[in-house]
């Protein structure tokens, strides 16, 4: 099984590659382009800003392990699974659900639950009220949420993750790059606004872009390796 996982964890790196690639789109998807646009610096400074607090004061940790926990229940609950117990503690917590699986398992590390709920917020509130002078603002919101997730998420990672060692480095890896990237999208597509069927588009256009750079890759990188031995045999 983690041999199928390894294949299929190679099979996401170009789709990885094209999710980053979705993620500058919706940077330039911004009033203005992804460089000079106010909402956009707003986003890198969101994020920079969290950066700076994750380094130089006390660490939030138990907010970050409500978001973790919430995050298995809600992915528990897409999944179809019953939540029993839900506990968060200042140095840890659980959450007990009647079913598991790899979307459950990982999804604290994927998935960035608070830029997830600033987006819904967003998303809510512009229903009622013109949120398009708050863009900026919201932008910020979503960088540093989302440098929020990244920064503690890459601090857990360090530490032995039984969740990672289950279904394999590569395969969790690249999984958990992949769904951020996606998630973060999405949210930008909401505040941007774009709709689903663009970013779709967009993501798609680059993955075929990508796996036909890997598939040109991987022939020229078969092509050498025959030739290599071909030469070799016929040298002795």
């Given at each position: ?37 106010l909402s956009a610096l707003w986003f890198y400074g969101g994020f920079l800003f969290w950066v700076i607090l994750f380094i130089s004061l006390p660490r939030p940790t138990k907010s970050y392990v409500l978001a973790h926990e919430l995050t298995h229940a809600l992915w528990g609950l897409l999944m179809g699974a019953r939540v029993h117990k839900v506990k968060v503690g ?147």
């Open positions: 099984m983690k041999a199928l996982k390894f294949l299929v964890g190679v099979g996401l790196l170009p789709l990885c590659a094209a999710a980053s690639l979705a993620l500058y789109d919706m940077l330039l998807a911004l009033p203005g382009d992804a460089l000079k646009s200042e140095s840890g917590g659980s959450v007990t659900l009647s079913k598991s699986n790899v979307w459950i398992t990982l999804a604290p590390y994927f998935f960035p639950f608070y830029t997830a709920l600033a987006a819904a917020v967003f998303f809510l509130l512009r229903m009622k009220w013109p949120m398009q002078p708050y863009l900026p603002f919201w932008a910020a919101v979503l960088g540093f949420t989302w440098a929020y997730h990244l920064t503690f998420t890459l601090a857990i990672l360090q530490l032995r993750q039984p969740d990672i060692h289950e279904h394999g480095r590569l395969f969790s890896y690249s999984l958990i790059y992949l769904m951020n990237l996606l998630t973060v999208a999405l949210a930008l597509a909401v505040v941007a606004p774009l709709d689903a069927r663009t970013l779709g588009g967009i993501l798609l256009s680059h993955g075929r872009e990508c796996y036909q750079t890997a598939g040109h890759w991987g022939a020229e990188g078969v092509r050498l390796a025959l030739s290599f031995f071909q030469n070799g045999a016929s040298i002795q």
